[in-house]
């Protein structure tokens, strides 16, 4: 069975810095990009960023891009996500991802989720 | 940035009635559109992929449609743990989400 755990959520100030993990298992996850998104309260999905299998690209969403890093430790099977510059608009659910390419496919969808990491970004 | 626009913002249906959500792709998406279902403080699942392809596991009541850029997710007979948000996604270019239907009771 696939799981995810994600960890490292917590309260902290406007300028302040976060790291969350995500822990796998149940599955190959050096054979899988990897994803994070976030939900901020009352609103929609958004996603973050993503790193490929070998950690050798990595892609993030406009708002975090230069804040943000996403890494890997496959021999660790974990996730992170390491957050600079918070911003009380990061404020959110962080829920880690794994990308899957179903066959027939040529895209990834996000077929496996943790429940997520709650990120507070307050004074 | 393409925009995936839902509709309707809430759903309110009994069990067994049929649930019809749409989603509409500002530009084309192509087929790389997925639903996801999302119950609160749990992990949303995939229930969709490529517009019309059921993830593994998912039950046959929910099915997925394209036309042009207009997408819907059809729930045959709602089922009691179906009640939550739904999610449109297109994988086109990068990710984004729709803003989400709410299908309540």
Known sequence: EVQLVESGGGLVQPGGSLRLSCAASGFTFSSHWMTWVRQAPGKGLEWVANIKEDGSEKYYVDSVRGRFSIFRDNAKKSLYLQMNSLRAEDTAVYHCAREFLYGGSSRTYFDDWGQGTLVTVSS | ?105
């Open chain 2, 1 to 105: 940035e393409i925009v995936l626009t839902q509709s309707p913002a809430t759903l309110s249906l009994f069990p067994g009635e049929r649930a019809t959500l749409s989603c509409r792709a500002s530009q084309s998406v192509s087929s790389y559109l997925a639903w996801y279902q999302h119950k609160p403080g749990q992990a949303p699942r995939l229930l969709i992929y490529d517009a019309s392809n059921r993830a593994t596991g998912i039950p046959a009541r929910f099915s997925g449609s394209r036309s042009g850029t207009d997408f819907t997710l059809t729930i045959s007979s709602l089922e009691p743990e179906d009640f939550a948000v739904y999610y449109c996604q297109q994988r086109s270019t990068w990710y984004t989400f729709g803003q989400g239907t709410k299908l309540e009771i």
